[in-house]
Every structure is written in C-alpha cells, then in structure tokens.
Nanobody, 124 residues
Framework: QVQLVESGGGLVQPGGSLRLSCAAS????????VGWFRQAPGKEREFVAA????????THADSVKGRFRISRDNAKNTVYLQMNSLKAEDTAVYYC?????????????????WGQGTQVTVSS
C-alpha cells in the first residue's frame, strides 16, 4: 500500500517561493498518478496540479498556471510542487494524493490515497 508524506511548507512573503515534496512509500508508486490539492480555512479542497505516472503529462489549475509547476522523480519516490510568485490567496493546507488510474483527475474522488497535508502561509 502506498503512503504519502508532504513536507516543505512554511511561512513565506508575497512574491516568494517554496517547494513542496510528497514522499511515497511502496514499490508501486511509480505507476500512480499524483495530484496536489489545497484547502484554505472555510473553503472546499481544490485542485492545484496533477502528473501522470511517467511525468510525461501534467495539468495545473488556472489559478496557479505559470506560477506553480508539478514534477516527479520516481527514482526517489517523490513528487514536487514548485511554487513561485506566491500570493496571500495561496495560503492553505496543501495535500498530495495518488491514484493507480492513468487518467489525470481534478476531483477529490479521483484519488484514493492522501497525505496529511503541509501548511503554506503567504504573509508579510
């Protein structure tokens, strides 16, 4: 069974950058599609980005396109979310999620394995 652990969150000023990591256990992680979601206080969990098992195809939410980039290193069993030009509205708990499906989903129900989340706070 694949398990996920996020790291890399923290406090950053507007315009700054952070790189989140999603480390996975399990020999089959390289065959899973992975997504990043986020949830701000009082709001629904929303899609941020996703990547296929090979890393060959990615998709990003319009709100982060051009600022965030998802990538993966299957040799390290890790998926990354590089976040640049951060804004206050990016403040949220960020979750990574995985699915054995080869389809890149944007819905919570498309993923069946979730990490515990890492807090990202963008504030001056």
């Amino acid at each position: 069974q694949v398990q996920l652990v996020e790291s890399g969150g923290g406090l950053v000023q507007p315009g700054g950058s952070l790189r989140l990591s999603c480390a996975a256990s399990g020999r089959t992680f390289g065959t899973y599609a992975v997504g990043w979601f986020r949830q701000a206080p009082g709001k629904e969990r929303e899609f941020v980005a996703a990547i296929t098992w090979s890393g060959g195809v990615t998709t990003h939410a319009d709100s982060v396109k051009g600022r965030f980039r998802i990538s993966r290193d299957n040799a390290k069993n890790t998926v990354y979310l590089q976040m640049n030009s951060l804004k206050a509205e990016d403040t949220a708990v960020y979750y990574c999620a995985a699915t054995p499906s080869r389809r890149l989903g944007r819905l919570r129900d498309d993923y069946n394995i979730w990490g515990q989340g890492t807090q990202v706070t963008v504030s001056s």
